[in-house]
């Protein structure tokens, strides 16, 4: 008596699949049909249904493990793997997830924006998923080819177009309103800091022995040197005796004090060279007024006589 050998059986696109219990490749042949609804006369080939492996060789099919799944195929069908989609919380029915060859390959020949309208003929809402460059996709193909893809008439499409533009104006003003946000708040904190500076080096000012301090490689007091690489006009900070000093080490010795590049340093020494010449005009303009409103020591001999000589008339009449 032949051995009964217990196998499933499934059609092409695996939506149908059965159990059998059969001796043969034949008559799994035989059967496989009869469940699957074949013609009892036309010719179909096994495979198994994991790889693909076309199974002829009757000792090859004993030699196989029980409860095998094979596949029958008829003459233009062909095996394909499994093809499973996530939609993210649980897997659909078997239906559902599995996808023939041809339907695969024909999806990725598609459009892009052809794509998106088959996603959005089975489940409108899927537009609060896409991103801004589906939507502009959408938005940029033509409402004549758009409408019969979503199945809308051109003016529901025209509509959705423009709703969809809308989206993204909004997403890019939201957009820019943040950036001029973080603007404003780098803009506010760099001149938080600019006005940390000051009151900390006039905190400086306050502590005599730090003011005191003079660099012994420099010569400059350690004050004078915090205040020359501030940020905010350092020559109008000093003293003109300091810039007098700056003016006179000059620029190759204040590289070296200040640690800077040629360029940076030459132009805090012509800014203290101008603010020098400025209180020096300033000084020299004081002095020549003082001379001009002040008499000499002759013409204030003579205002002294002449004052005395209108008050000896009064003196006699008395």
Not at 4 to 19: E, H, I
Not at 20 to 32: A, D, I, M, N
Not at 162 to 168: A, I, K, N, S
Not at 229 to 243: A, D, I, M, N, W
């Amino acid at each position: 008596m032949t051995e009964l050998k217990s196998c499933k059986v499934c059609n092409f696109t695996r939506q149908k699949s059965y159990g059998l219990v059969v001796p043969s490749l034949e008559e799994l042949k035989t059967k496989g049909c009869e469940f699957l609804g074949f013609s009892s006369d036309s010719p179909v080939s096994v495979v198994l249904e994991d790889d693909g492996t076309i199974v002829q060789d009757e000792a090859y099919f004993l030699c196989l493990p029980l409860n095998t799944k094979f596949m029958l195929l008829h003459e233009n069908e062909t095996w394909s793997p499994v093809c499973r989609i996530d939609g993210g919380t649980a897997w659909m029915t078997r239906e559902s997830v599995v996808l023939e060859s041809d339907a695969v390959d024909s999806s990725s020949r598609m459009e892009p924006w052809l794509i998106l309208a088959q996603q959005l003929k089975q489940d409108l809402a899927s537009l609060i998923l896409m991103s801004e460059e589906d939507l502009q996709t959408l938005v940029d193909t033509p409402c004549s080819e758009l409408a019969p893809a979503l199945g809308f008439q051109e003016k529901k499409a025209k509509n959705l177009q423009e709703t969809l533009q809308r989206v993204l104006d909004r997403r890019e003003e939201e957009r820019q309103s943040k950036e001029l946000l973080q603007l404003y708040l780098k803009a506010v904190e760099r001149g938080d800091r600019q006005q940390a500076e000051p009151s900390q080096e006039g905190a400086g000012d306050m502590d005599e022995i730090d003011a005191m301090e003079v660099d012994s490689a420099s010569g400059f007091m350690t004050r004078t040197l915090m205040v020359l690489k501030g940020k905010t006009s350092p020559e109008t900070r000093v003293s003109t005796e300091e810039l007098q000093m700056v003016v006179t080490k000059g620029g190759a010795i204040m590289e070296q004090v200040l640690g800077w590049n040629p360029e940076r340093t030459s132009g805090l020494l012509q800014a203290c060279e101008a603010e020098l010449a400025k209180r020096l005009q300033q000084v020299q303009a004081m002095r020549s007024l003082s001379s001009h409103t002040q008499p000499d020591s002759g013409q204030q001999l003579e205002m002294e006589r002449a004052k005395d000589s209108q008050d000896m008339p009064a003196e006699n009449s008395k």
